[in-house]
């Protein structure tokens, strides 16, 4: 089969175009044929290389994938060959009590496709069965590789570990990314009202038509102050944080009295400064967030299979153009998703 293959750390011209043995499905395993994946930044931390995670070489990245399965490692019910699927990203032992629990994230043995497992950039990727979504015919392969990771993401941050509730004040920083995309639809499809902040007045737009009800370029306007005029001084319930040192400050400013900063990246560096008298003193509450479970995955999918949450593709590129797209993605040219195809 075709992959784009890494075998060693360094930029996007470590990404290179191959011909590699096909995958085989073990028992429980599944083979896809993939159709589209999408880019996540995880994708780029990978190929960097992140110290503590080791990547065994050579090493195909690629954490969100749609296609057809290709072939089975053995019978399993309610799974054809020729059926239309999108993948969970994320896999576990199924035996331990987090997984019997309902919070497989959690296992010690969880790893993602494309970080610590081969991944989509290529033509058929083998995962266990579990991790097979049915797909429903009117839905683009493009647009079902561009929604897993990053709506169970926002899903498990807002609604898991946020608690959010109807008519609270929600701040998403960098609505042009996968998250941020994805977490200025879920607030509003729980009855929040959504301070969403971008670089660019195109990509503010993009975020009012998502349904943010407040728009703030972080680059050029005053975050902290937006926020206080439009709830009224009083602060924002909740902080999706994702972009780290950058944003950490102005986030914890930006929170109301008992508000709830949820974060799940550290895109601009992993230390963020925290005065801890104002953290006691507004009782707020820093919650971390990682991926989420299979369950949670199904329950944000019906919405999105309903119609009621869009996963919003910036570009389609080939697979041969993977370096491409991870320049694109550096340099935020995009609004929501890149994804490439097979």
Known sequence: ????????????????????????????????????????????????????RPVPFPHILGNDIAGEVAALGSV??????????????????????????????????????????????????????ANVIPLPDGIPFEEAAA????????????????????????????????????????????????????????????????????????????????????????????????PGEATWERSLLSLAHGGRLVTCGATTGPRGVTELRHLFAKQLSLLGSYMGSKAELIDVAQLFFAGRLRAVVHAVLPLADARRAHEMMEASEHFGKIVLAT
């Open 1 to 52: 089969m075709r992959a784009v293959v890494i075998r060693e750390h360094g930029g996007p011209g470590v990404l290179r175009l191959e011909e590699t043995a096909d995958p085989v499905p073990g028992a429980g395993e599944v083979l896809v044929r993939v159709k589209a994946c999408a880019l996540n930044h995880l994708d780029v931390w990978t190929r960097k290389g992140q110290v503590g």
């Open 76 to 129: 399993l019910d309610g799974i054809s060959v020729g059926q239309r699927v999108m993948l969970s990203p994320g896999t576990s032992c199924g035996r331990c009590r987090a997984c019997l629990g309902g919070e497989d994230n959690f296992c010690r043995r969880y790893r993602v496709l494309g970080s610590q497992l081969p991944g989509g950039y290529a033509e058929l990727v083998s995962c266990p069965a």
């Open 147 to 242: 929604f897993p990771l990053v709506f169970l993401t926002a899903w498990h941050m807002l609604v898991t570990r946020a608690r959010l509730r109807r008519g609270e004040d929600v701040l998403v920083w960098g609505a042009g990314s996968g998250v941020g995309m994805a977490a200025t639809q879920i607030a509003k499809v729980f009855g929040a009202r959504v301070v969403a902040t971008a670089g660019s007045d195109a990509k503010l737009e993009r975020a009012r038509e998502l349904g943010a009800d407040l728009t703030v370029n972080h680059g050029t306007g005053d975050v902290v102050a937006e926020v206080r005029r439009f709830t009224g001084k009083k602060g924002a319930d909740v902080v999706v944080e994702h």
